[in-house]
């Protein structure tokens, strides 16, 4: 391990829905947002996928605001993946979602951990974002394992079939 800046932060995307105005949940509640992988690389390093890999990994359309079934919680659904909202104004659409970004990676929502030697953390990926802080590189390897569980997630088009089977009806997807 590197003897410093062996950081990763953790955003609480609950926290960060739990806070916001009641105004602003009634306006999210509904809204459709596109996550893809090939955009949040594209961001990073325009040739990082291969083309193969990349078409393996089809954009995936969320609620952005999920409800995460085992607490009840809400949160809103935002990061790196998510590239564009579905049936949104373009420059809106970004601008929402930049908005909502930078809300939910405020300090009173991030916790930063100082890996040590036999660290193991559990986090669940529906409601927080997490990233690794930078070290020296040139100097310094960093190790990782990572153990991801599959399920279920509620996707958008879920979401939308399970609220016609109960009867209720969602708002339209613009913002």
């Not at 949040?40 to 995936?60: G, I, Q």
Request: charged share 25%.
């Amino acid at each position: 391990m590197p003897p410093d800046g062996e950081e990763t932060e953790f955003a609480s995307l609950c926290a960060a829905y739990e806070t916001l105005l009641e105004e602003k949940k009634a306006r999210l509640d509904g809204l459709v947002v596109e996550h893809s992988l090939t955009y949040s690389r594209a961001r990073v390093a325009p040739n990082l996928m291969s083309e193969a890999f990349l078409k393996e990994t089809r954009p995936v359309n969320q609620a952005l605001v999920r409800t995460i079934p085992e607490s009840g919680k809400k949160a809103v659904s935002v990061g790196s993946y998510a590239a564009r909202g579905i049936d949104w104004p373009i420059e809106k659409g970004k601008a929402l979602l930049q908005e909502l970004l930078e809300w939910a990676t405020q300090s009173p929502f991030v916790y930063r951990h100082s890996w040590q030697a036999n660290d193991l953390l559990v986090y669940d990926n529906r409601c927080c974002l997490h990233r690794g802080r930078p070290w020296d590189r040139g100097t310094y390897k960093r190790i990782r394992h990572r153990t991801t569980l599959a399920g279920d997630g509620p996707t958008a088009e879920q979401d939308r079939n399970y609220g016609a089977v109960f009867g209720q009806t969602r708002p339209s997807n613009r913002p």
